[in-house]
């Protein structure tokens, strides 16, 4: 299996921009997770998804951030419009607690994204 | 509330030297799981171990180690002999025991450089 594979890799885009950030999680995986790491707030889980349906989104800091899971193999987090805070490193990763016990995350590469 | 506590920010050594990474938890769950993670310079978060509360055994992998203690609501890592490629971040992280998969709760991290 390839991972979990996210896109882009690096984004730099402006304030007041739309941000779209992707994610595939592995095969067979019905847990997906957001998470952001910056320096000041370390790793902070936005968003959880269980079989496309999001189960907790009581770390999405505001109306700005969306995400979504159309299926089970594909994921995205919108921030619009996006701000300089919003800079930061957005990772996802997959679990199956059935494959793999719970919590056991594999993360993606993340999505490294500067808003100027 | 569940909060991990990495008090060490960043470690030092030379290679060959064994290091540990300290980790305090507070939760008032009655199970739960305790985590290690590694986030190399590539910058994926790597998992590394999972320890469910009612195990109290401690852990050796190779040259890793785990140091569970329930009393001091401890999870210690160490690491024997080190290696330069053993220099990286290394999260602990804490998740209540649901059954299936829930929020983690992460510290801020130690960077450890292992030189040469």
């Known amino acids: 299996d390839a991972g979990v594979i996210q896109s882009p890799r690096h984004e730099v885009t402006e304030m007041g921009q739309e941000v779209t950030l992707r994610c595939k999680p592995i095969?067979?995986?019905?847990?997906l997770f957001w998470y952001r790491q910056t320096m000041m707030r370390g790793l902070e889980l936005l968003i959880y998804?269980?079989?496309?349906?999001?189960?907790?989104d009581s770390g999405m800091p505001e109306d700005r951030f969306s995400a979504k899971m159309p299926n089970a193999s594909f994921s995205t987090l919108k921030i619009q419009p996006s701000e300089p805070r919003d800079s930061a490193v957005y990772f996802c990763?997959?679990?199956?607690?059935?494959?793999?016990?719970?919590?056991?995350?594999?993360f993606g590469a993340g999505s490294r994204l500067t808003v100027l | 509330a569940q909060k991990v506590t990495q008090a060490q920010t960043e470690i030092s050594v030379v290679e060959k030297e064994d290091v540990t990474l300290d980790c305090v938890y507070e939760t008032r769950d009655t199970t739960y799981y305790l985590f290690w993670y590694k986030q190399p310079p590539s910058g994926e978060l790597v998992f590394l171990i999972r320890?469910?509360?009612?195990?109290?055994q401690n852990e050796i992998s190779g040259r890793y180690s785990w140091n569970f203690q329930k009393s001091t609501s401890s999870f210690n890592f160490t690491i024997t002999a080190s290696q330069v490629v053993d220099s990286a971040v290394y999260f602990c992280?804490?998740?209540?025991?649901?059954?299936?998969?829930?929020?983690?709760?992460f510290g801020k991290g130690i960077t450890l450089s292992v030189r040469p």
């Open positions: 320890r469910n509360s009612f195990d109290e």
């Open positions: 095969s067979g995986h019905d847990y």
């Open positions: 990763a997959s679990s199956s607690g059935v494959l793999t016990g719970a919590n056991v995350l594999t």
């Open positions: 992280a804490l998740s209540p025991d649901t059954g299936a998969n829930s929020k983690l709760t």
């Open positions: 998804f269980n079989n496309n349906v999001p189960i907790d």
